[in-house]
């Protein structure tokens, strides 16, 4: 799989590329100006810069099937760590980010914040570091000493609930 | 002007605006080395407590934060290779592999030192070259500003490390996301799919910290549930190393005498150029330095060349955006947008007849920036040892605070949690390219300057009807597109040098 990421990589940003490319096409033209104007309108420099993008996606497709083909023998030979292993943490990190974000108008600043802070501890912290009594204490610490420096002290504005 | 400026000295040097200085400064550094909280965000936040002072403490207080949140960056920059602010990004290319090397007092040394001279030269550029460098300026049109994006982005040549497609294509990702939104001239909507918030499109804020902080939590995250997998407290440990005075010694600091010279060139024009500021010009003196040193492969390796680089241009950036607001009542930056406006609420208005109506107050402004960055420098060295003892704290529970942080800076933009979505959402895009071997430098280069091409380029086909010609016939115009082709001349001939000798 890592093998092939270049040409994978390159295939994603071809095809944003032709995404933007067609939906530059209904960006409203304004009449502005002479019309000899026209040709630089807001989709021009959309259309310039997909137009861009294909040709260095598929140069690096190119590049990378290039070097596939001369260098055939190390066949996802050094990859320790299976898909799984490497990616699940991170899946759970983006997944307690994305809670954290969604649930903070309705729940607000201080207890999303805390929740948060005590799982992304939980999740980076190897087994024998995970201290549960010492991460709550600091998430719950950590988030009300940051709402209320920036709330009181700033007079930031920051999601609220009834409770906090 | 030797009176006015001793009379100048004299309002500023007195307990009460030396404290305001003070506490400005040291709110500023913590501003600034926290990401998601900037310089700007600093003022922002302290212009309401100025509306009973004087004006002279008032502006001292503001720019004792401006100073001490563009210096700030640096600290996160190179202890944990998260920018404090849009003007340290350049300073984590190399002042991070610096502090895993152990050299962190070092780097910081460094970068403190040459953010001190930077911004204190550029405070003298200020005082005598403020009259003509503005007028120069205020020639500046949309084919210059046009020219002069144009150039700047065949720098990202020398800021794509491996592969150049790559180093171009993140570039294009960067302006492509900087088409979200309204578009310049006709406010056109694009790209927004329907979606009223993203109408305004992405800020550069989110958009940094979204690229560097969420990516370093994924990065951390990756493999760490793997069994058996110790946690390494030295790997995570940024050593101080042995540090003398600010860990650097005098032949060295000689050797960066060109460099800080062209980076504080850069930093200065940049200043001054209204819309653009440190945010840009640290990169583009760290491209520039890349490309004109003899050893280009040892930039990003950890070498004090990138960080005098970023941070004497950065802070360089200070004293130039200064000068079209102080001549021409025109901000070079936001910071400085926010301190027209402190001036306005105090009933100042900058402009050509500031230094002949309020002449005290322009030079007690020069005072207070002098002093500034005294105090910037003092406080920096004796903090150098409490920063890095900050590190002492393991980073699984560093990061989480730091995201809590960032997330506190991206809502405090607009009040609007539209800002923190784009933060998860160029996080995700950030540690996608990094998996991919992209560089992240190319990209916010490409999403700061893609609008600048594309308003000025606009802008200026309409003064024209249309007609490019124009563009070549303006002399400043005409030596930025010459520079712009010696640029890529020499790129395609040192691509062409590299390949000859090994007949790849």
Redesign the interface.
């Known amino acids: 799989m890592a093998r092939y990421k270049d040409i994978l990589g390159g295939l994603f940003w071809l095809a944003v590329a032709i995404g933007m490319y067609y939906a530059s096409f209904s960006i409203r033209v304004l009449a502005i100006g002479s019309g000899s104007t026209s040709f630089v309108g807001s989709g021009f420099m959309p259309r310039l810069v997909a137009t861009g993008m294909m040709i260095l996606s598929l140069t690096i497709m190119w590049q990378s099937w290039q070097k596939l083909k001369t260098a055939q023998t190390d066949a996802g030979s050094n990859d320790e760590l299976s898909f799984r292993e490497k990616y699940l943490p991170v899946l759970a990190s983006l997944g307690l980010l994305i809670a954290y974000i969604a649930f903070m108008e309705m729940l607000g600043f201080v207890i999303m914040t805390a929740v948060y802070l005590c799982g992304q501890m939980f999740i980076l912290a190897t087994p024998e570091h995970r201290k549960p009594v010492l991460f709550v204490a600091i998430s719950v610490v950590s988030a009300l000493a940051i709402f209320y420096t920036f709330v009181e002290v700033f007079q930031l504005m920051l999601p609220e609930n009834r409770l906090f | 002007m030797l009176d006015m400026f001793i009379a100048g000295f004299a309002s500023v040097l007195t307990f009460k605006v030396m404290a305001l200085i003070v506490l400005g400064v040291v709110v500023g550094i913590i501003f600034g080395s926290i990401p998601g909280l900037t310089a700007t965000m600093a003022v922002a ?1 302290c212009i ?1 407590l100025t509306f009973g002072m004087d004006i002279t403490a008032a502006i001292s207080l503001l720019i004792g934060l401006y100073v001490g949140g563009v210096s700030g960056g640096l600290l996160s920059a190179i202890l944990i290779n998260i920018p404090g602010t849009p003007s340290s990004v350049a300073t984590c290319f190399d002042g991070a592999p610096m502090a895993k090397r152990g050299e962190a007092g070092k780097a910081l040394g460094v970068g403190i030192v040459f953010s001190f001279w930077g911004g204190l030269l550029s405070v003298f550029a200020l005082i005598f070259l403020a009259p003509p460098l503005s007028t120069i300026a205020l020639k500046f049109g949309p084919y210059e500003y046009f020219a002069i994006a144009v150039f700047s982005l065949t720098l990202i040549a020398s800021l794509s490390s491996k ?1 150049m ?2 180093g ?2 993140a570039c ?2 960067g ?2 996301m900087a ?1 979200v939104g309204i ?1 310049p ?2 406010a ?4 927004t799919f329907g979606i009223d918030q993203l109408s305004s499109g992405f800020d550069l804020l989110p958009v940094l910290i979204g690229l560097f902080a ?1 990516t370093e ?2 990065k ?7 069994k058996g ?3 390494d407290a030295a790997k995570h440990k940024i050593a101080l190393g042995k540090i003398k005075g600010f860990g650097f010694t005098l032949a060295e600091a000689m050797t960066q005498k060109l460099n800080f010279i062209r980076s504080f060139i850069i930093g200065l024009v940049i200043g001054i150029l209204p819309g653009i500021g440190g945010g840009t010009s640290n990169l583009l003196a760290y491209a520039v330095a890349k490309s004109q040193s003899k050893t280009p492969d040892k930039f990003g390796t950890g070498i004090i060349d990138g960080v005098v680089a970023s941070e004497t241009s950065n802070n360089a950036s200070v004293g130039g955006a200064f000068l079209p607001l102080l001549t021409l009542g025109i901000p070079g930056d936001t910071v400085t947008a926010m301190l027209l406006g402190g001036f306005m609420i105090h009933g100042v208005t900058p402009g050509p007849l500031l230094l002949t109506s309020h002449g005290k107050l322009v030079y007690a402004i020069f005072a207070a920036l002098i002093i500034a960055h005294i105090v910037m420098l003092v406080v920096e060295f004796w903090g150098l040892r409490i920063f890095i003892k900050a590190l002492d704290i ?4 560093l ?3 730091i ?3 960032c ?2 800076g991206a ?2 933009l607009n ?1 609007d ?1 539209t800002d ?2 784009s933060l ?1 959402i160029f ?2 895009l950030g ?1 996608g390219l990094e ?4 560089p992240l430098a190319p990209l916010i280069l490409g999403f700061i300057l ?1 609008p600048m ?2 308003t000025n ?2 802008r200026g ?2 003064h024209t ?3 490019f010609m124009p563009f070549f016939a303006q002399p400043i115009a005409a030596l930025f597109f010459a520079l712009t082709a010696l640029s890529v001349g020499w790129i395609i001939y040192q691509g062409y040098k590299k390949r000859s000798p090994s007949g790849v």
């Open positions: 936040l309401p592969s497609p790559k171009l294509l294009l990702i302006m492509m088409f578009a001239i006709d056109t909507q694009r790209f969420v939590v994924m951390e995250a990756e493999g760490c549930w793997v997998r110790v946690y393991p980073k699984y529970i990061l989480p605070i995201i809590s942080l997330v506190v809502f405090g009040n949690l923190v979505w998860l996080g995700l540690f998996k991919l071997g992209y893609g091409v594309e380029l606009r086909l309409m009807g249309g007609d």
